[in-house]
Structures are given as C-alpha cells and as structure tokens.
C-alpha cells in the first residue's frame, strides 16, 4: 500500500468538492482531490445511450424503495445535470418540518447565502434564458399554464449561447456549452497544483499518526473498464479533510469510518431526502393542443416535440407561496427524460407493461414530464455499510445501495398536492391525460438525493455544524448535498455549490491551525 501526504484531502470532485479544492490550492495549500469516477473530456462524450457510454459517468442506484441517479466522474453531477440554476426561496430556510423546529442553522438565511450564489453565478456562469431558448415542450408548459391563469418562466441555466440544444445533457456536453465543473472550480483548481486522481474510491478515514496530520484516508484504485476493485491500495494523510462523495456515498464513507474515529454523530445516514422529486408524464393531445393552446411546429405539427431542445427550459413557480402551510409548496419544472424510462411512465390502468403500455409509448413525442420538487419528511435512513465502496456495484453504471426511504404521509401528501396542481393545469378541457411515475419498479426515483449528513444547530438532529465539520471531528469537513438539511422545492446544485463556497473560509481557517498558511485573497474562478 502506498502512503503519501497532502494539506487538504477532497473525496469527490461535484459541486461540494470542486468548490473548496479551488479555495484551498488558490490560497496556497497542497491539495488533493480522490474521484471515484473516470476522468473524461468533451471529446469522449459520445452523446449515445448506448451501454459503455453513458454508463461510464451516470449510476443508477437502487436502495429499499427508491432509487439514486448520480454522476461519476470527474465533475461529479455537473458533467451529467440539467444544468438548471435556482436558489431556493427565502422559506426553505425557515423549514420546521416534521421535528417541528427549525432545521437549518440559525446562521443560514436565503439573504446570508445570497453573497455566496451570487459568486457560483458568476464563476459557471448562469445564464437569464429568454423565451426563444425554451423547448417546444417548454412552450407547451407555458401555454398551458397562461390559459389555466398561471405564470410560466423560462428556467436559469448554466449554458452558453453555443449550446446546439441537441438534448444530450445526460451524457454530458459534447460542445462545453453546458458549464460544468470541468470548465471553472476544477482547472482553476488544478492551475494552483491541484493534484485530481480519477478512479480512486475511498473507504475509509482514521486518525492519523503523523505530527502535523490529522487523517488518515485510505482508497482502492478501480479498473478502468468494469469499475471493479483492483489489488492496488493506498491511503494518503492530510492536514484537512473535505467529504463531498455525494449524499449516497459520504454518510456510508462515515459510517464505515465511525469505529476508528471513536464514533460520529447519530444524524449520519439519517434524514435523507430525494428533495420531494416526483416525475409525472402528461400525454398532450395533438388536437387539443392545437385548438385550445394554439400551437404548431414549422413541420405542421401540433406539439410531437418531447424529445426536441434543452432538457429543463420553464418552470411555474406559482405555489411557492411562503405564506402556504408546509408540505403545500412546490415548484412544476418541463423535465426530459430518455426513452430508458418510458417503462415508468404510468398508463389509464396504472400498469406498467401490456398492451397498454405499448399504445402509451407510440405516443412518445406528444408526451410532457413534468418534474414537482415538493416539501417531503427526510424520512429516509442507511442500513450498514457494505464491505467495500457506498453500494454494491453490479455493474458499470449500476448499482445496489444501503439506503431506505418509505414517504411518510406528509411527503405523500405534498405529492398529492402537486398532482393535483399539474392536472389543474394540463388536464383542462381534455389537454392531455397526467399520470406519476410508477413506484412498482424503482420505488421514489430521484437524481437529487440530499440531507444524508446534514448542518444544523441540533446535535441530535444534525451531523455538522453550520461551518460543515462533522461534529467532534475538528478538520473533516462535509460540503456536498448530504449536508442540506431540507428538501428545497427547486433543483440543488447552485444551494450545493453556494453553500460550498460559504463553507470554504472555515476549512482555510482549520486548515491554518495545523501548522500551514492558507490564503483567503482567492478570486472566484473565471468561466
């Protein structure tokens, strides 16, 4: 096993990692950053769903009744994301949720945190999209919405004016139009001596014997074709060390540590969310939307244009209403999913095969998904850790996980309530039909998992402080979605990346404590 040492180790290179390690190498500190994914550049993205491609960067992660989609990859979810760019609005943060008090820190405001998306805004960069970007599809959201006396919005996203709107955002950027991390935190990172190790899976962190050190983390290196372990180990010491592996893997990446370290706080691998995701497909009817919305593509066609343009293009943001009670509020986003999924798309008689099933999916290019991102209980948990890695990995790009998430009647009812919204809005006068995704398959599906190791004021009820270290553990650090403590009724990753760059003056000044200096003079990263 090789040994080797660095100031300030980062486990995953998404959002939460990329953030920090740009901070902490541009003030000066050694940095190394462990990736469990491929290192891959626009040229390998092939923009097919062929098996050996997509799968190389995207897992599927199945757990007891809900399933994961996380990138992997160097980039993490940004290479693979919708890049949608929201913050969240001011009454997520006041969220008392099912505890009936205030989950996150008393530190952390919408207006304490605006400073901090305002520089992840500036570093990708997010775009204000006009009507002319949005997709046929979101067209028919926004048409809908208008005549059942809704507002529409185009959605902010963090893509350039060369985007070819090819809709491949899920296999990655062919043409770096989407700003993924591979394009702002992690060069700028690297240009300060950076040290990035694609396929490099973590398992555990311990103490570490070293004078000046204060962990100890040890990995496997995988194989670059079927991700299995290899016979190569090795374990580097670090000063600091900032977990960021993804709110599956960092609460088991703590778990298996937990003996070692003399135990971690309760919260790890409780209060898990799927940020209240619920997926549902509208089947548009041709006619109608021709007759009752007005609508018609250059090629004579009403609608017929799913799969045509950026994946996320409008949003209505009409029910979030801070003055609603809790578990009532909750965005509507035009969402695309690949034809992989058609088999979760629900038909009149609820099932998910037959003959049905197959009239269901002709129809394919006159459908609309619709992505409700409510306000659920965290009720999710994690089992034990398994032997090796944060899931048991039965393939490339596919996976079996320890985590458990059965909706309480709270989060059930906030689903509900969503669904009636999207009816109330797409099934007027017969526009279309709206059917959930069946839960028969792959239980609640999500690709925004979060609250896996959350911050909070409550050492019950949260692993780390509102600084992001884990609690009795001074100098690691958790910065990516495990530590958001709610769901936030709008897509992630800008709160992941804005919270990150809070969180990274007080891991420079942990740092600074063992023994180094650290800069806090970095600029934000330019695009």
């Given at each position: 096993?090789s040994?080797?040492?660095?100031?300030?180790?980062?486990?995953g290179?998404?959002?939460?990692?990329?953030?920090?390690?740009?901070y902490?190498?541009a003030g000066?500190?050694?940095?190394?950053?462990?990736?469990?994914?491929p290192r891959?550049?626009?040229?390998?993205l092939?923009?097919?769903?062929?098996?050996?491609t997509?799968?190389?960067?995207?897992?599927?992660?199945?757990?007891?009744?809900?399933?994961?989609?996380?990138?992997?990859?160097?980039?993490?979810?940004?290479?693979?994301?919708?890049?949608a760019?929201?913050?969240a609005p001011?009454?997520?943060?006041?969220?008392?949720g099912?505890?009936?008090?205030?989950?996150?820190?008393?530190?952390?405001t919408r207006?304490?945190?605006?400073?901090?998306?305002?520089r992840?805004?500036?570093a990708?960069?997010?775009?204000?999209?006009?009507?002319?970007?949005?997709?046929?599809?979101?067209?028919v959201?926004a048409a809908a919405?208008?005549?059942?006396?809704h507002?529409?919005?185009?959605?902010?996203?963090?893509?350039?004016?060369?985007c070819?709107?090819c809709n491949?955002?899920?296999?990655?950027?062919?043409?770096?139009?989407?700003r993924?991390?591979?394009?702002?935190?992690?060069?700028?990172?690297?240009?300060?001596?950076?040290?990035?190790?694609?396929?490099?899976?973590?398992?555990?962190?311990?103490?570490s014997?070293?004078?000046?050190?204060?962990?100890?983390v040890?990995?496997?290196?995988?194989?670059?074709?079927t991700?299995?372990?290899?016979?190569?180990?090795?374990?580097?010491?670090a000063?600091?060390?900032?977990?960021?592996?993804?709110?599956?893997?960092?609460?088991?990446?703590?778990?298996?540590?937990?003996l070692?370290?003399g135990?971690?706080?309760?919260?790890?691998?409780?209060?898990?969310?799927?940020?209240?995701?619920?997926?549902?497909?509208?089947?548009?009817?041709?006619?109608?939307?021709?007759?009752?919305?007005?609508?018609?593509?250059?090629?004579g066609a009403?609608y017929?244009?799913?799969?045509?343009?950026?994946?996320?293009?409008a949003a209505?943001?009409?029910?979030?209403?801070?003055?609603?009670?809790?578990y009532?509020?909750?965005?509507?986003q035009q969402?695309?999913?690949?034809p992989?999924?058609?088999?979760?798309?629900q038909?009149?008689?609820?099932?998910?095969?037959?003959?049905?099933?197959r009239?269901?999916?002709?129809?394919?290019p006159?459908?609309l998904?619709?992505?409700?991102?409510?306000?659920?209980?965290?009720?999710?948990t994690?089992?034990?850790?398994?032997p090796?890695?944060?899931?048991v990995?039965?393939?490339?790009?596919?996976?079996?996980?320890?985590?458990?998430?059965?909706p309480?009647?709270?989060?059930?009812?906030?689903w509900?309530?969503?669904?009636?919204?999207l009816?109330?809005?797409?099934?007027?006068?017969?526009?279309?039909y709206?059917?959930?995704w069946?839960?028969?398959?792959?239980?609640?599906?999500?690709?925004?998992?979060?609250?896996?190791?959350?911050?909070g004021d409550?050492?019950n009820?949260?692993?780390?402080?509102?600084?992001?270290?884990?609690?009795g553990?001074?100098?690691?650090?958790?910065t990516?979605?495990s530590?958001?403590?709610?769901?936030?009724?709008?897509n992630?990753?800008?709160?992941?990346?804005?919270?990150?760059?809070?969180?990274?003056?007080?891991?420079?000044d942990?740092?600074?404590?063992?023994?180094?200096?650290v800069?806090?003079?970095?600029?934000?990263?330019?695009?």
């Amino acid at each position: 096993m090789s040994m080797q040492s660095t100031d300030v180790l980062v486990i995953g290179s998404g959002f939460g990692g990329a953030v920090p390690a740009y901070y902490l190498a541009a003030g000066g500190a050694r940095v190394t950053i462990l990736e469990r994914g491929p290192r891959l550049t626009a040229d390998d993205l092939t923009h097919s769903l062929r098996l050996g491609t997509y799968n190389k960067m995207v897992d599927v992660i199945r757990g007891d009744g809900v399933t994961v989609v996380a990138g992997n990859c160097v980039g993490g979810g940004s290479v693979v994301y919708f890049a949608a760019s929201l913050r969240a609005p001011t009454f997520v943060f006041e969220r008392r949720g099912s505890l009936g008090r205030r989950l996150w820190p008393a530190a952390l405001t919408r207006a304490a945190l605006d400073p901090w998306y305002e520089r992840v805004e500036q570093a990708l960069p997010v775009t204000r999209t006009g009507w002319s970007d949005v997709s046929y599809a979101g067209g028919v959201l926004a048409a809908a919405c208008q005549r059942a006396g809704h507002t529409c919005n185009p959605v902010p996203v963090a893509v350039t004016d060369t985007c070819t709107n090819c809709n491949w955002m899920l296999s990655g950027c062919r043409f770096d139009a989407k700003r993924s991390l591979l394009l702002n935190y992690l060069p700028a990172a690297e240009a300060h001596g950076a040290d990035i190790r694609p396929l490099h899976e973590v398992q555990c962190i311990t103490p570490s014997p070293l004078s000046g050190y204060r962990y100890a983390v040890t990995y496997t290196i995988l194989d670059r074709d079927t991700y299995a372990c290899t016979s190569e180990t090795g374990a580097i010491h670090a000063r600091t060390v900032v977990l960021a592996a993804g709110a599956v893997a960092t609460p088991v990446i703590l778990q298996r540590s937990a003996l070692f370290l003399g135990g971690i706080p309760k919260a790890v691998g409780r209060y898990f969310s799927g940020n209240g995701d619920r997926v549902s497909v509208a089947d548009i009817n041709e006619t109608k939307a021709r007759t009752l919305l007005g609508l018609s593509r250059p090629n004579g066609a009403a609608y017929e244009g799913l799969a045509i343009g950026r994946p996320i293009t409008a949003a209505t943001y009409d029910y979030l209403n801070a003055d609603a009670p809790e578990y009532s509020r909750f965005s509507l986003q035009q969402i695309y999913f690949p034809p992989l999924t058609n088999l979760l798309a629900q038909t009149e008689s609820g099932k998910w095969f037959g003959i049905s099933k197959r009239s269901m999916r002709a129809r394919w290019p006159s459908w609309l998904t619709l992505l409700a991102m409510t306000e659920d209980d965290n009720e999710g948990t994690f089992a034990m850790p398994p032997p090796t890695g944060s899931f048991v990995r039965l393939a490339p790009g596919l996976g079996l996980g320890t985590m458990s998430y059965h909706p309480t009647a709270r989060t059930r009812q906030a689903w509900v309530r969503a669904d009636i919204a999207l009816r109330s809005i797409l099934e007027r006068d017969s526009l279309s039909y709206v059917r959930p995704w069946t839960e028969q398959v792959a239980g609640t599906v999500t690709a925004h998992p979060l609250g896996s190791a959350r911050i909070g004021d409550d050492p019950n009820t949260s692993a780390l402080t509102d600084t992001h270290e884990l609690r009795g553990h001074p100098g690691l650090f958790v910065t990516d979605g495990s530590a958001v403590p709610t769901s936030l009724t709008i897509n992630p990753s800008l709160t992941i990346a804005a919270l990150a760059e809070r969180a990274s003056p007080a891991i420079i000044d942990s740092t600074n404590t063992t023994g180094i200096t650290v800069q806090h003079s970095a600029p934000i990263p330019g695009p």
